[in-house]
């Protein structure tokens, strides 16, 4: 086999929600002959092992491979799946993300024109319980969609078009293996309890990197998933500590244009 995508998912102790992941992928109309899905797992404690495998058993045609990265954060586990991705076109997702059944197709599609680089798509929430009405506030809407960065949630409007990088986000993000290895993967992004501080900007450093490189990148409506916000999202210390983190991250992109700016 020689797959044209390589799905890698990252995960850490969410072995339920990984088995959902894997659920919807081994659905997509793709053929499975032209993907294969890489769990990078970070050191579980559950049954994430035992998961994923029962899943390739289920599943024997869909190429679902198990490795585990033990450096401390989320990307040292997606560089561990890139190395062992055997596709041109990476297709990150999180774990508690559930692919609609068309994304992959939808992938191949944007691909096949060789000037794009970069690609994703619709995070749609898939809530535990019904959201309380001051959530509302976190989301800026407009007249095509919503983008709501304390869940992870977008929707640029139902046409494919032309996007900037920044649009598209780690939990549904797509990029060419080559383009991803020239431009020096993920920047640090999420660490580990007692490592918080230490986290850098992820796929927006990675975006950044795109754009400064002129490189094209395309939102596709059905490079789709749905991103399940649990009940304990809807309490003020989530997003205390969702901004706490997100302050850290802003301050790693503002050393890193600093001293872009001391260079040139």
Same mark, same amino acid.
């Given at each position: 086999?020689?797959? @044209?995508?390589? #799905?890698?998912?990252? %995960? ?16 997509? =109309? ?12 970070g050191g579980s ?6 998961? #994923?495998?029962? &899943? ?11 490795i585990v990265e033990?450096?401390?954060? #989320? ?12 596709? @041109?076109?990476? #297709? ?10 068309? $994304?992959?197709?939808?992938? &191949? ?19 535990? =319980?019904?959201?309380?009405? +001051? ?6 809407? %407009?007249?095509?969609?919503? %983008?709501?960065? $304390? ?9 494919? &078009?032309? %996007? $900037?990088?920044?649009?598209? +986000? ?60 649990? &009940?304990?999202?809807?309490?003020? $210390? ?14 790693? =992109? ?11």
């Open positions: 086999m020689n797959p @044209s995508i390589s #799905v890698i998912i990252t %995960t850490l102790n969410r072995c339920e929600d990984l088995g959902l992941t894997l659920d919807h992928l081994a659905r997509q =109309t793709l053929h499975p002959d032209e993907f294969e899905v890489i769990v990078a797992d404690s559950d049954a994430t092992r035992s998961t #994923v495998l029962a &899943k390739a058993r289920e599943y024997p045609a869909h190429h679902i491979h198990f033990l450096a401390p954060g #989320v990307t040292a586990a997606r560089h561990c799946g890139v190395r062992e991705a055997k596709g @041109s076109v990476l #297709v990150f997702i999180e774990d508690d993300a559930r692919a609609g059944s068309r $994304s992959l197709e939808a992938v &191949k599609e944007v691909f096949q024109e060789p000037d794009v680089h970069m690609a994703g798509g619709r995070c749609l929430p898939a809530y535990d =319980t019904p959201p309380p009405l +001051w959530l509302e506030v976190f989301f800026d809407r %407009t007249a095509n969609g919503f %983008t709501c960065g $304390s869940l992870s949630l977008i929707d640029l409007g139902p046409l494919k &078009k032309d %996007t $900037s990088p920044s649009n598209i +986000w780690a939990l549904n993000l797509c990029i060419r293996k080559e383009t991803l290895l020239r431009l020096g993967g993920f920047n640090p992004d999420l660490m580990p309890p007692g490592l918080k501080e230490f986290q850098g900007d992820g796929e927006t450093g990675l975006a950044r990197k795109v754009a400064n490189a002129g490189l094209r990148a395309v939102y596709h409506p059905e490079i789709l998933v749905e991103h399940r916000i649990q &009940k304990d999202r809807f309490d003020v $210390s989530y997003f205390e500590k969702r901004w706490r983190f997100q302050g850290i991250s802003d301050s790693f =992109t503002a050393e890193m244009e600093n001293e872009l700016d001391e260079i040139a």
